[in-house]
């Protein structure tokens, strides 16, 4: 049990400091989206600013604000259900990002320390091996099978039968697959956010517009005009949150099925490792009997 509680404080290190930035950044962009908000904000009064006999005035403000119809205008103009869901998919994108990042950091350094390990292991450096076990999933996969063989040496004698020795390569098999699977699924961690943000984000878009044309021929209906000028507003603000959805879901699938990709290599290549270790571990006996 102590070999296969070696890597928890290390594991629940990485995780608490995942969670930290995690929570950085959404503290972070929830402050930005705040401040842009307060320095977007309109003024009524210079809104009202122009006189409603001048008509040349009216044209001209009129074109001026068109010319300014821009992403944060459609942001600042909208409900407050849809600014919601705005705010709500831009903290969705910025969680895949942080998640792609985290995974760079994570797989490639999982990657660099089974490659040293495996090194080591063929090229028969106990020493290297030593220091590799701690940091290594192959490492720690070598440790649990090792253990189970020491509890066979010290239990048996060197005159073991072969269907002793089947059953110590089964059980050094099933050690190494349960230090296998813990390792997998650290790697395979906040795979599910991935997996709900590329899912449910188009759909939060999708509610998020459709609030947003109700809101519009409610004001067609207060206005009793169904000029573009009236309509126009509403609808773009409507479709730059289905526009933000698909922004936080198409990168959110293609991370996840790149590191699905990751995962999936990882896994062969830890099966390659106990399959070469089981070898090993017989070939040993057979040397000695």
């Not at 992403?71 to 407050?80: C, G, K, P, S």
């Not at 990042?101 to 994570?106: D, H, I, R, S, Y």
């Not at 060197?158 to 230090?179: C, F, G, H, P």
């Not at 309509?231 to 922004?247: D, H, M, Q």
Request: charged share 15%; hydrophobic share 50%.
């Amino acid at each position: 049990m102590d070999v296969y509680n070696r890597s928890l404080p290390a594991r629940g290190w990485q995780g608490k400091l995942r969670w930290l930035s995690l929570a950085c950044l959404v503290t972070l962009s929830t402050v930005s989206a705040g401040f842009v908000l307060a320095q977007a904000g309109v003024d009524p009064a210079q809104a009202a600013a122009a006189s409603p006999a001048d008509p040349a005035s009216t044209a001209l403000s009129a074109g001026v604000a068109g010319e300014r119809f821009g992403v944060r205008e459609m942001f600042t103009q909208a409900d407050l259900v849809v600014k919601s869901v705005m705010v709500l998919l831009v903290l969705m994108s910025l969680m895949s990002w942080a998640i792609l990042f985290e995974k760079l950091v994570t797989f490639g350094a999982a990657r660099r320390q089974n490659t040293r390990f495996l090194r080591a292991f063929r090229a028969g450096d106990n020493t290297e091996l030593e220091q590799q076990t701690k940091d290594s999933a192959l490492g720690r996969m070598w440790l649990a099978a090792q253990a189970e063989l020491r509890h066979f040496r010290q239990h048996r004698d060197k005159n073991a039968s072969a269907d002793q020795i089947n059953r110590l390569l089964q059980r050094m098999a099933l050690t190494a697959s349960i230090v296998q699977e813990r390792d997998l699924a650290r790697l395979g961690g906040m795979m599910g956010v991935l997996a709900t943000i590329g899912a449910t984000a188009p759909f939060i878009g999708l509610f998020g517009t459709v609030w947003g044309i109700l809101n519009s021929f409610a004001g067609i209906a207060t206005a009793k005009s169904a000029s573009l000028a009236v309509v126009a507003p509403g609808i773009a603000e409507a479709l730059l949150a289905t526009a933000l959805g698909l922004f936080a879901a198409i990168p959110a699938v293609m991370i996840f099925n790149k590191f699905a990709r990751d995962i999936n290599g990882f896994v062969g290549s830890l099966d390659n490792f106990s399959a070469e270790l089981l070898a090993s571990v017989s070939r040993q006996f057979d040397e000695v009997h």
